[in-house]
C-alpha cells in the first residue's frame, strides 16, 4: 500500500522514509496529533510575498501532513486553521482564510476519500461563511462513512469557549434537576467538549519557533507531549513529522506516577 502510494503520488521518494515509517510502525503510534500550523505570514515575508502566499503554501502541507500521517498509521490528525480570535486579523486575510477550505477540499477531497480519510471540524461552524460552511459541510457528509484517519480542522475554535459552554451546558443539567452538583467530574466535562469522541491528543506539534498553546485545546492537551520546532509551516515537510514522531517515541510519558512505560 505504502509503495504503490509512493509510486503512485511521488510523494516521498526517498526510501529511507519509508524505511523511517515502518521503524515508527514498529513501536507506539501516536493515536491522536494536533498541530499548531504557525508561520506562513513569516514564510511569505522572507520572500516578500504576501501573508496570503503563505496561507496558501500552507495549504500544500496539509495535503502532505494528511497523507504521511494516514500513511503512518494515525488516528486522528486535528489542525489549527483558525482560531476564535483570528477575526482580529484584516478582513482581507480573513476572507482568504475562509475559502481555503473550499479550495483544498476542492482539489484534495478525492484524494482525501481514495486514502479513506474522515473529515470533521471542531469550532463553531455556524459563524463561518456560507461557502466555508457548506465546503466542510460536504466533505464530512462526503467521508462520513470512511474509516481511515480523522482529519479534524479547527476551525473558528477557542478552547476557552469551549470549555465555556460546556460548563453551561452542564450548570443546565444541574439547574433541572438531571443531574447534582456531585455528578459533576472529569469525564462529565470531557463528554460535553466537541473532542468528545476522540481520544486526546498525545502529541502537540507547533511549528515556527512560538512556544505557546494559543488557545488551542487547553484540557485535552492536559498530559501531550509537546513538540516545537523553528521551521515555519509551508516548509514543514515529511522529514519533519517524522523526526517530530520519532521524538515523541523517545518519550517517557508518566501521566503522573513515577515510572513510565515509555512510548516504545
Ligand atoms: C498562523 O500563521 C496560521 C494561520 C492563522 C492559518 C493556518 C492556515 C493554514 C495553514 C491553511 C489551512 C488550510 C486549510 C485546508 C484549512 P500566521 O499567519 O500567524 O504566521 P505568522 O505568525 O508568521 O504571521
Known amino acids: 500500500m505504502l509503495e504503490k502510494l509512493l509510486r503512485k503520488k511521488n510523494v516521498v521518494s526517498d526510501h529511507s522514509i519509508a524505511n ?15 498541530i499548531i500550523m504557525d508561520g506562513n505570514g513569516r514564510w511569505a515575508k522572507q520572500r516578500n510575498l ?7 503554501e500552507g495549504m500544500k502541507t496539509v495535503r502532505k501532513i494528511t497523507r504521511i500521517a494516514n500513511d503512518i498509521g494515525i488516528k486522528v490528525l486535528t489542525l489549527y486553521a ?12 480573513i476572507d482568504f482564510l475562509m475559502k481555503l477550505p473550499g479550495e483544498f477540499l476542492s482539489t484534495y477531497l478525492p484524494e482525501l476519500i481514495e486514502q479513506n480519510v474522515k473529515v470533521e471540524m471542531i469550532g463553531n461552524i455556524d459563524m463561518l461563511p456560507r461557502h466555508t460552511k457548506q465546503a ?3 466533505a464530512m457528509e462526503d467521508t462520513v462513512n470512511n474509516t481511515g484517519m480523522t482529519l479534524n480542522f479547527a476551525m473558528n ?13 452542564i450548570a443546565k443539567l444541574v439547574e433541572s434537576g438531571s443531574i447534582s452538583s456531585e455528578d459533576i467530574n472529569e469525564s462529565l466535562i470531557e463528554t460535553h467538549l466537541m473532542t468528545k469522541h476522540l481520544p486526546e491528543p498525545d502529541l502537540l506539534i507547533r511549528t515556527s519557533g512560538e512556544v505557546r498553546l494559543s488557545n488551542f485545546m487547553l484540557w485535552q ?33 508518566r501521566f503522573g506516577n513515577v515510572e513510565g512505560e515509555g512510548n516504545a
Open 20 to 34: 523511517r515509517i515502518s521503524g515508527i510502525q514498529n513501536r507506539h503510534i501516536p493515536a491522536h496529533v494536533a
Open 50 to 56: 504576501p501573508r496570503v502566499a503563505g496561507h496558501h
Open 82 to 93: 483558525f482560531s476564535t480570535e483570528n477575526w482580529k486579523r484584516p478582513k482581507l486575510e
Open 136 to 138: 466542510i459541510q460536504k
Open 157 to 169: 475554535y477557542g478552547s476557552r469557549l469551549e470549555i465555556t459552554e460546556s460548563v453551561k451546558a
Open 221 to 253: 492537551l492536559a498530559y501531550a507531549e509537546l513538540s516545537f520546532t523553528d521551521v515555519y509551516w509551508p516548509d514543514f515537510d515529511e522529514v519533519c513529522m517524522l523526526n517530530a514522531i520519532e521524538e515523541f517515541q523517545l518519550r517517557n510519558r
